[in-house]
């Protein structure tokens, strides 16, 4: 019975290009919203951080890229592997600069300090790995 169960039910949920879909448009666009916040009110808090810990400032241009450029990437279906890998490496350098230390932490109600960071690196990671799938706006394998 329970066979007759998870067969019907994975018939009903085998679709795995709209899981695709649904993940790049959730993680783009939550994402999105860190990159109004830096298109608002700037990146200069991050590039005094970048200078702090002896690299140059004008990297902190970057999380425009990481944080508006590449979700809209990704969302669209362009070089979706690529961009993945952008944001992937953006929320490293995020964590780096600005939870440096919080490795082991634990949040009030018992989650881990860096949850949202690991959400959105491993997020990167995953859609790096799988790639556009069928439903994106992109059609060109190549640019996938």
Partial sequence: MFTAINNAFARFTDHPDFGKLLLRLTFGILLLFHGEAKIQHGVGWIAKLLTAHGLPGFIAY???????VAPVMIIIGLLTRPAAFIIAVNLLVV?????????????DVGAWALE???????????I??????????????RLQ
Avoid: D, H, Q, S
């Fill in 62 to 68: 970057g999380a425009y890229i990481g944080e508006v």
């Fill in 95 to 107: 964590t780096w600069l600005v939870k440096t230390g919080a490795f082991w932490a634990r949040t």
């Fill in 128 to 141: 790096m790995l799988l790639g556009a799938g069928k439903y994106c706006l992109v059609r060109n394998p």
């Fill in 116 to 126: 949202g960071e690991a959400l959105y690196f491993f997020g990167g990671v995953v």
